[in-house]
Nanobody, 134 residues
């Protein structure tokens, strides 16, 4: 069973930066879709970035239109941690940020594209709050 634990959120001023972390446990190298999502109270969960990970390789990052150029997802295999670097924060980025995973075993080493739709992910962390003031 995959477990995800986010951290790194906080309160920052507009224009600042944050780096969110998601420690992954119970994970195998069989291939997963992973993603970062965010949600404002009363609104639908929004996909920020999705990616495919298989045997330490990250592939096919896809970013939501509202975050392109400012958000970057990376992974530290030694630490089993997925990161989300956020630059030039805007008050519109204020939300709870979640890490998610969905098993998708690779067939013959294929690296898949992954959805930005929250409904297609099974495993979720508890979230980390990001608040941006103007």
């Amino acid at each position: 069973q995959v477990q995800l634990l986010e951290s790194g959120g906080g309160s920052v001023q507009a224009g600042g930066s944050l780096k969110l972390s998601c420690v992954v446990s119970g994970y195998t190298n069989g291939g997963y879709c992973m993603g970062w999502f965010r949600q404002v109270s009363g609104k639908k969960r929004e996909g920020v970035v999705s990616l495919y990970t298989y045997r330490g390789v990250i592939a096919n990052r896809a970013y939501g239109d509202s975050v392109k150029g400012r958000f970057e997802a990376t992974r530290d295999n030694a630490e089993n941690t997925l990161y989300l670097q956020i630059r030039n924060l805007d008050p519109e980025d204020t939300a709870m940020y979640y890490c998610a995973a969905e098993p998708r075993p690779s067939i013959d080493g294929q690296l898949y594209s992954c959805p930005l739709n929250a409904d297609q992910y099974t495993y979720w962390g508890q979230g980390t709050q990001v608040t941006v003031s103007s």
